[in-house]
Structure formats: structure tokens, C-alpha cells
């Protein structure tokens, strides 16, 4: 694990310095694994679905299912909340297809906590849009799932988080930088909401990001070793290279 100081870091991000796949990082003592993809150059992609109707739900299934298009996994992280039967809480887009329909209504849990979001892939680009503005005019998605809250909001945190909060969880989200960089993100400690909003707002410089989960967060991510165990997912983010 590396530990930096912040405005390096913040400087490092800015510029683009940061080499594509995934680093360990740490900020106010807590650490992160932040991952991060070029829309206009990586296979970025959602996952749920098998080409059975199967739900995938396991990163060892992922890999199985992009090996057969003679491709492996540079990382993946659970992308949106679920139900019991690992179904889209929220929106959600896969290949051009909406199997889930947009929600912006408040109601309970952090899904509810709005504003929340929607990540959305739009072929050589990505973006972190509020889910209202979202159903106000719905871009073109290629890929998209809703979550939430949002962690940031147009440069602000979202409204709702304390500085002072005593929950903290492992948590993990995604943010687009203003470069276009995707970044997914996933704490390596317990950390609360506002902890997780300033790393996005501060060090990786992304006007907008979104909270995907919490209990179930985890990481795959081959180079770094590591294949985090846990419950059956449903929608993943999926980042994949040619074999070579």
C-alpha cells in the first residue's frame, strides 16, 4: 500500500499521471483501492445477466463469461443495489436494453437517500447524473444503474452527510473525473459517507459521484491479487483487456 499526501495526490489525479488498473491509497488514515478506465480506450461494461437469463453474481462467473470473447478482467465491483433475488433495485441498462425502470421517489435505505444517481456509459464516455435530471431528459445510455445517494453533487457533497456521523461500513462507488476518467472506488476500512464523499470531491476531482453499496462491497481486481468473497451480486462493473 502507498500512502501520499493529499494535494500530490489531488495533483497526480488532475493530470492524468495515474496509470490505468488499480492503486491502494490512503487518506485521513483510512485507506482506499481506487480503480480507474478510459471510456474512450478500456471495454467498460455492466454485467448481470448470462446468455442463459442466469444471473452472474460472482466475479469467477464474470471471468468465465468475458473469456470466451478472448478477454480477461482488469477489475470489477458490485454496480447497484439489489434485491433478494439480485434484481436492479433501480434504472438499469445493459447493451442498449432497460430491464429496470428509473425511480425518483424517496423512500428508505441510502437507495432512498436522494438525490441519488445513475452512472451512465454513453459509448466513448460516462457520466454521474442525478437521477431527476436523468428521467427529466434521459441520455442515450449504452449501460446504466441507479443508486444511491449521491456522494457528490455538481462539486458539493450531498446535503444529508454529517462530518460528525458514527455509521461507517466498507462502502464503494464510482465518479467520472472531469478529464473523463472513470473512477470505481471501494474503502479498505470502515469509513463514513462524508469520509467517502470528500475522497471522491477532494483527491480524484469528480464534480459528481455515486454510492453503489455497502455491506456488499468488494473488489476484484486481479493485479493487486485480490478477489474479495461475500454475498451473490447483482449488476457488476466490469472492465476487461484482450488476453494476450
Known sequence: ???????????????????????????????????????????????????????????????????????????????????????????????????????????????????????????????????????????ACSAATQSGPMLVIDGALHPRFLPNSDSFNIRNGVGVGDAGTVFAVISDQAVAFHHFGRFFRDILKTPNALYLDGRVSKLYAPDLNRRDLGFPMGPMLVVTRPVD
Not at 492524468?16 to 488498473?21: D, I, K, L, N, R
Not at 471510456?39 to 442463459?52: C, H, V
Not at 430491464?99 to 454513453?122: A, E, K, Y
Open 1 to 139: 500500500m502507498r500512502t501520499f499526501a493529499a494535494i500530490w495526490i489531488a495533483t497526480s489525479f488532475a493530470s492524468g499521471a495515474w496509470a490505468a488498473g488499480c492503486e491502494t491509497v490512503t487518506y485521513e488514515d483510512v485507506a482506499f483501492t481506487v480503480c480507474e478506465a478510459d471510456p474512450a480506450a478500456d471495454d467498460i461494461r455492466l454485467m448481470l445477466d448470462d446468455d442463459t437469463g442466469e444471473k452472474i453474481g460472482s466475479f469467477a462467473r464474470a471471468e468465465a463469461v468475458v473469456a470466451e470473447e478472448n478477454r480477461e478482467i482488469v477489475f470489477s465491483m458490485n454496480a447497484g443495489m439489489y434485491h433478494p433475488d439480485r434484481a436492479p433495485v433501480g434504472l438499469y441498462i445493459e447493451d442498449g436494453a432497460q430491464t429496470m425502470r428509473i425511480i425518483t421517489s424517496d423512500g428508505p435505505g441510502n437507495f432512498g437517500l436522494l438525490p441519488n444517481g445513475v452512472f451512465c456509459l454513453l459509448g466513448d464516455a460516462a457520466r454521474v447524473i442525478e437521477s431527476r435530471a436523468f428521467a427529466g431528459q434521459p441520455p
